[in-house]
């Protein structure tokens, strides 16, 4: 069973991953903390899901439970992936996606 957006938002949070983290350029992760600017592969992924958007392709989202290396903040950060992403989503998911692969 696929479960939505806010359904995962909500478990992470229910974790302890409570803040923000946005994709800059470059494969750049920035925390909503401490704005510190990290690359994606330098953070703490402690889980990544997918939605993948069957019939709607905006719909195909990666959520990421991150860690700050910098200040300690655990949070969230949804990427865009499929036909609907940006460059900076794309550039972000390859790193963190050859992270896991680790």
Request: proline content about 5%; overall charge negative; charged content about 35%.
């Amino acid at each position: 069973m696929e479960r939505s957006l806010l359904e995962i938002l909500g478990a992470f949070n229910g974790e302890g991953f409570t803040d923000d983290f946005a994709s800059r350029p470059g494969g750049v992760v920035e925390c909503g903390r401490c704005h510190a600017p990290h690359r994606a592969d330098t953070l703490e992924l402690h889980r990544l899901e997918r939605l993948e958007g069957d019939s709607d392709p905006a719909e195909m989202l990666a959520v990421c439970a991150l860690e700050c290396p910098n200040c300690g903040t655990r949070g969230t950060l949804v990427l865009s992936f499929g036909p609907e992403s940006t460059r900076e989503d794309d550039e972000v998911l390859e790193l963190l996606d050859d992270e896991r692969r680790r």
